[in-house]
């Protein structure tokens, strides 16, 4: 880092050489294609998470990229995500990740407190950004991640299923209402292998939502202990033991071989909460399938607080050991402000955080609905908890696997609270 | 042998110097860490997963290691016989285990044990109803030890050598004293056979230790379903990548090569006895 400025510096003069070799070369013979700095390109790296779908686009927007940038070459990568995830913590470790990656929310801080990224001010545009979204890409005062877009959480549901079902999830509907509604549309979907709704307690952010319609959170404001007791974990593993009773959510066994897949694209899941952004993944399979999807406000026992809070969907994050600080940079504005690139990507990542990049992306129905969606429940967005503690990847992993031990009857839920905690606390312990 | 020994200095010894050493730290993967003595040592006897990892391996070295050579054993004396096409056969049989650790196995092997996969319907017909075994926990293991079983062909191969070199006479002089197949597989062949018994039992057993490669493909990171494949291999795996607590890892690490250093020593004296080299007197 404290290269910075020479780094720059050599940086602008071979730029300003090749690009004077290029002009040299061009006017020299017009006719052969591109040369100079093209034949010599800045080779630039950039990974991100998702699938093909995903992949296909960005690739697109990226060629765009280096057609208009001759002088810079960008090698990409993608993976889905945990297999991205595993793969930039081991690269972190060796120092070795790529010019420009994705980042999540809930990365942020292993990654920008170890010194893994690059401060963006001053190097990245940030004049476009919607207000608020900035909030969440600082580290220790410093602006090290720049939102690609937004999301925040929502129950998605088989609209059809719940219609015919005759079950309506009107706004200030409480979880024990929720349960209802799945039993009830379980029993009248009648197949054995379609379920009105699936088990949600085995995902932390839903059991922070839970928290935070209460008025608290999962880790304490500091981010080096858990802001609940084993009690409150206890209930909240045990809440859904009685829909596994009656049959009424799909069991451990049949939701483990899901993935990579998902309930609703395969045509078993009626409800499931999740972010918003994902309807665009689900919907079109759904629509194949005959079916519809809707997005309603998440269930709550208290109709003023809801618990949601705007998060950034992902981040843009440049790495610290870049030699091409400047070229990634460039990457980075083009994705979120050049109104071509806009285009191209549409709302895959969830609507535009910027304000160029609201005015030039196209949105079909399914965004529209994401949309309408967010303005439903703009009044009861509240401040976004800090970034999770660097631990919070593992943590994460462990809330699933251990609930999945309950699931499994191989531990009560007081035994998995317990679990949990132990195994938590020296997650905690060790990053500090 | 100087190519040799630099190479060996420089990838394992160094490293394992290494990682002994960091084995005595609270080293974390990206901050580093400090001199702790043996916390790691006494933290991992108190850690509840720790007891899990074993218990898995163990079961997995139990059940793997005994029915992957009978297997094998098997299997090489069916193609020790003189026949046409024999060289076919040898080479179909010893394929699998050239592809057993890839992607792609793994992944056909997760659809063959998917719930109304191959295995669900098949058993479905005698009046099974637990479903795929990748989805349960109390017998998910199998997949694996199936895996591994399937892919004999390095012990087939070595056993087939050893079937090779057995005298004929020896078998010749048996049918004279009217032995049958079964006293002569017992009388003449096993012993006979022994150095290379435990040769293969020795590396078979030092390798299933060891799994890794397709219990992480199968299981994951979290040796799903609910940790039944999580083998000491993989928690090592996930301590130092995913929680990056390197110097935690470490200690495992070395307490895996402390047992298995004790297993191969035990085998070594029970072999005194029960291992016949011919040409002894005895």
């Not at chain 1, 927007?61 to 995830?85: C, H």
């Not at chain 1, 979204?133 to 999301?151: C, K």
């Not at chain 1, 404001?221 to 209930?235: M, P, R, V, Y």
């Not at chain 2, 003449?188 to 057993?205: A, G, K, R």
Request: proline share 5%; glycine share 10%.
């Amino acid at each position: 880092m404290i290269n910075n400025s020479h780094r720059a510096k050599r940086r602008t003069l071979l730029t300003g050489a090749a690009a004077t070799a290029a002009l040299g070369a061009a006017a020299a013979c017009g006719d052969d294609g591109p040369a100079g700095t093209a034949d010599d390109p800045i080779q630039i790296s950039f990974e991100w998470w998702g699938d093909e779908a995903r992949a296909d686009i960005t690739q697109q927007a990226v060629d765009l990229f280096q057609e208009k940038n001759e002088g810079i070459k960008v090698r990409t990568n993608f993976s889905d995500f945990p297999t991205y995830w595993e793969s930039m913590t081991t690269r972190m470790a060796g120092r070795d990740l790529p010019d420009v990656l994705n980042m999540d929310y809930s990365r942020l801080l292993q990654f920008g407190s170890n010194g893994m990224l690059l401060p963006l001010e001053g190097l990245v545009d940030t004049s476009q950004f919607i207000e608020g979204f900035l909030d969440t890409g600082y580290v220790n005062d410093e602006l090290v991640a720049v939102p690609i877009a937004g999301n925040t959480l929502g129950l998605i549901y088989r609209s059809d299923w719940y219609e015919a079902a005759g079950v309506e999830l009107e706004p200030g509907y409480t979880w024990d209402d929720y349960h209802q509604a799945i039993a009830s549309v379980t029993a009248e979907l009648g197949s054995g292998s379609q379920w009105g709704g699936g088990d949600y307690a085995g995902q932390y952010h839903f059991m922070e939502l839970w928290l935070r319609q209460q008025g608290g959170s999962f880790y304490t404001e500091d981010g080096t202990a858990l802001n609940f007791d084993k009690s409150e974990l206890t209930a909240w593993w045990s809440r859904n033991a009685g829909l596994h009773t009656d049959g009424a959510v799909p069991p451990i066994d049949v939701t483990t071989q899901w993935a990579p897949e998902n309930g609703f694209v395969l045509d078993q899941l009626g409800a499931d909460l999740g972010w918003d952004n994902f309807l665009a993944w689900y919907a079109p399979t759904v629509a194949e399938n005959g079916g519809s999807l809707a997005l309603a406000a998440p269930p709550t026992d208290d109709p003023s607080s809801i618990g949601l809070y705007l998060k950034p969907s992902m981040q843009l994050c440049i790495s610290a050991t870049t030699d091409h600080a400047e070229q990634s940079a460039q990457l980075i504005d083009f994705l979120l402000t050049d109104p071509e690139a806009i285009a191209i990507l549409g709302t895959n990542r969830g609507i535009p955080a910027t304000s160029v990049g609201r005015e030039n992306v196209v949105v079909d129905e399914i965004s529209q609905q994401v949309l309408d969606y967010e303005a439903s429940v703009e009044q009861y967005l509240t401040t976004p908890p800090p970034p999770p503690p660097s631990a919070t990847g593992a943590i994460e992993a462990k809330f699933g696997e251990i609930y999945e031990q309950v699931l499994y009857e191989t531990m009560t839920p007081a035994d998995a609270a317990d679990t949990f905690f132990t195994e938590a606390e020296t997650l905690l312990a060790a990053e500090q | 042998m100087i190519p040799w020994i630099i190479g060996t200095a420089i990838l394992t010894i160094g490293p394992m110097a290494w990682s002994l050493y960091l084995s005595f730290t609270d080293y974390h993967l990206i901050r580093g860490g400090e001199w702790i003595g043996l916390d790691n040592y006494t933290a991992v006897f108190n850690d509840p997963m720790f007891y899990r990892a074993v218990r898995v391996t163990l079961l997995y070295v139990v059940l793997a290691v005994p029915v992957k050579l009978v297997a094998s054993l098997a299997v090489a004396m069916l193609l020790s016989q003189r026949r046409r096409g024999m060289s076919f056969y040898r080479a179909a049989f010893y394929m699998p285990s050239l592809i057993a650790m890839s992607v792609g196995v793994a992944l056909i092997w997760k659809a063959l044990f998917a719930n109304g996969g191959v295995q669900d319907r098949f058993m479905g017909v005698f009046g099974w109803d637990g479903g795929g075994f990748l989805g349960n926990p109390s017998v998910s293991i199998l997949m694996l030890v199936l895996l591994a079983v399937w892919s004999f062909g390095a012990p087939m191969v070595i056993f087939l050598a050893g079937l090779m070199q057995v005298p004929q006479e020896l078998y010749e002089a048996a049918d004279v004293d009217g032995a049958g197949k079964w006293h002569k597989f017992v009388r003449i062949t096993l012993p006979m056979l022994s150095p290379v018994i435990f040769f293969n039992v020795l590396m078979e057993t030092v390798g299933a230790f060891q799994v890794f490669g397709s219990a992480y493909i199968i299981g994951g990171e979290s040796g799903s379903p609910a940790w039944s494949t999580l083998f000491y291999t993989v928690r090592i795996y996930t301590l130092a990548f995913t929680d990056f607590r390197m110097g935690y890892a470490s200690a495992y690490a070395w307490l895996l090569v402390l047992a298995v250093g004790l297993v191969t020593a035990v085998m070594f004296r029970a072999a005194k006895r029960l291992v016949f080299y011919a040409g002894e007197d005895k």
